[in-house]
């Protein structure tokens, strides 16, 4: 089992930054591919970044491209979101999740992973 807790997100105006982090617990992260995904009321879970186990491999939605960046702290057991140039469609709930796998490579689609966070609320304002 592994447990995840996202953090850091909150209320900030278009053209802020936002640093989001998601901490794992339970079994080593490094076993582990890392995603984020997020939901917008009303609207299906999106795909928003993606980091392989050793974190050579990242991948991007095209609509984050350029603004976001994920990267992760294994000896932390701690994947990150960087999320700068924020617009208030970026509001959402975003979700960290893990991939329990034995290649190196970063999934973009959310039945790959296997455990789930509970959430962190971003909201931009215009």
């Known amino acids: 089992q592994v447990q995840l807790v996202e953090s850091g997100g909150g209320l900030v105006q278009a053209g802020s930054s936002l640093r989001l982090s998601c901490a794992a617990s339970?079994?080593?992260?490094?076993?582990?591919?890392m995603g984020w995904f997020r939901q917008a009321p009303g609207k299906e879970r999106d795909f928003v970044a993606a980091?392989?186990?050793?974190?050579?491999?990242?991948d991007y939605a095209a609509f984050v491209k350029g603004r976001f960046t994920i990267s992760r702290d294994n000896a932390k057991n701690t994947v990150y979101l960087q999320m700068n140039s924020l617009k208030p469609e970026d509001t959402a709930v975003y979700y960290c999740?893990?991939?329990?796998?034995?290649?190196?490579?970063?999934?973009?689609?959310?039945?790959?992973?296997?455990?789930w966070g509970q959430g962190t609320q971003v909201t931009v304002s215009s």
């Open positions: 339970g079994r080593t992260a490094s076993n582990y591919a």
């Open positions: 999740a893990a991939d329990l796998q034995y290649g190196d490579y970063a999934s973009r689609r959310d039945q790959d992973y296997d455990y």
């Open positions: 980091i392989s186990r050793t974190a050579i491999n990242t």
